[in-house]
C-alpha cells in the first residue's frame, strides 16, 4: 500500500530553520497537488503550504508567508519544506498530504496523509 513519508522534523531554538521532506513509499501514487498541514493540541489542522502541480500554483498560511518556502518535484511526487526564522508558535505535528482532485485547500477535501512529523521551537 503507498503511503506518504515525512521526514526532517526536530527541535529547534526560535530563529533556526528547518527543512521537511516527503514522498511516497511503496508503489504508484498519484496526486494533483500536494501540500503540508500542521496541527497543534487544540488547534484545528492547518494549512502550512500548497503546490498545485498543473499550474505551479503555490499557496502560504499567513502565519508563515515570507518565513517558509514549499518546493516539488511533480513527476516524483515529492514535497520539501523548507522553514526559516521558526517561532515556538510554529510547534507542531506537520503533515504532508496530497489529493488527486484538487478541490480546496481545506484539510477535508485531502484524501492522502503522512503519518506526521513533531517540529518543536523552543523559545
Known amino acids: 500500500q503507498t503511503r506518504l513519508v515525512e521526514s526532517g522534523g526536530g527541535v529547534v531554538q526560535a530563529g533556526d530553520s528547518l527543512s521537511l521532506s516527503c514522498a511516497p513509499s511503496?508503489?504508484?501514487?498519484?496526486?494533483?497537488?500536494m501540500g503540508w498541514f500542521r496541527q497543534s493540541p487544540g488547534k484545528e489542522r492547518e494549512l502550512v503550504a500548497g503546490?498545485?502541480?498543473?499550474?505551479?500554483?503555490?499557496v502560504y498560511g499567513d502565519s508563515v508567508m515570507g518565513r517558509f518556502t514549499i518546493s516539488g518535484e511533480a513527476g516524483q511526487h515529492s514535497v520539501f519544506l523548507q522553514m526559516n526564522s521558526l517561532k515556538p508558535e510554529d510547534t507542531a505535528v506537520y503533515y504532508c498530504?496530497?489529493?488527486?482532485?484538487?478541490?480546496?485547500?481545506?484539510?477535508?477535501?485531502?484524501?492522502?496523509w503522512g503519518q506526521g512529523t513533531q517540529v518543536t521551537v523552543s523559545p
Open positions: 511503496g508503489g504508484t501514487f498519484r496526486s494533483s497537488a
Open positions: 498530504a496530497a489529493t488527486v482532485f484538487w478541490s480546496s485547500w481545506s484539510p477535508g477535501h485531502w484524501g492522502s
Open positions: 503546490i498545485r502541480w498543473h499550474d505551479g500554483l503555490i
